[in-house]
């Protein structure tokens, strides 16, 4: 994980005119969230795992599944998540498991970031910056 410093750390916004600016761009929520904090991500890469640019938030008024919800982001960073290929060895056996959980445990949930992608999520973070500060 590579923290990048930005103007938008500790900035509150409604999560309506996040989504409405971010989606666009090509972020999505995160399925990480909770009903108090989630993380806007954006996919960069797939290169020996996935890379990513998050933008973390937290309610700071209201839930995250109510209307009119304000956030405030944490500070971005870059990620790299890289996943075993194969057979999960830990995996834990039965239908209703499987039924609930299909994911493998991550080989490195905060893998190695090359610099190219901490260059790229710069360039984006600054787009993102651009776009929300205008609002």
Same mark, same amino acid.
Request: net charge negative; charged share 30%.
């Given at each position: 994980?590579?923290?990048?410093?930005?103007?938008?750390?500790?900035?509150?916004?409604?999560?309506?005119?996040?989504?409405?600016?971010?989606?666009?761009?090509?972020?999505?929520?995160?399925?990480?969230?909770?009903?108090?904090? %989630?993380?806007?991500?954006?996919?960069? +890469?797939?290169? *020996?795992?996935? $890379?990513?640019?998050?933008? /973390?938030?937290?309610? &700071?008024?209201?839930?995250?599944?109510?209307?009119?919800?304000?956030?405030?982001?944490?500070?971005?960073?870059?990620?790299?998540?890289?996943?075993?290929?194969?057979?999960?060895?830990? %995996?834990?056996?039965?239908?209703?498991? +499987?039924?609930? *959980?299909?994911? $493998?445990?991550?080989?490195? /949930?905060?893998?190695? &970031?090359?610099?190219?992608?901490?260059?790229?999520?710069?360039?984006?973070?600054?787009?993102?910056?651009?776009?929300?500060?205008?609002?």
């Amino acid at each position: 994980m590579i923290p990048i410093p930005s103007d938008l750390e500790n900035r509150d916004f409604s999560l309506h005119d996040l989504e409405e600016t971010l989606k666009p761009i090509g972020f999505t929520i995160g399925g990480n969230w909770d009903y108090d904090q %989630g993380s806007f991500d954006y996919k960069m +890469g797939v290169e *020996d795992g996935y $890379q990513f640019l998050r933008i /973390p938030f937290k309610a &700071v008024k209201g839930m995250l599944d109510s209307p009119g919800v304000v956030v405030k982001l944490g500070k971005p960073f870059v990620l790299s998540h890289v996943y075993q290929s194969g057979v999960d060895a830990d %995996g834990r056996n039965g239908a209703l498991r +499987g039924a609930v *959980d299909q994911f $493998q445990t991550p080989k490195d /949930p905060d893998g190695e &970031v090359d610099d190219k992608f901490v260059e790229e999520g710069k360039k984006l973070l600054q787009t993102v910056e651009h776009s929300l500060m205008q609002r």
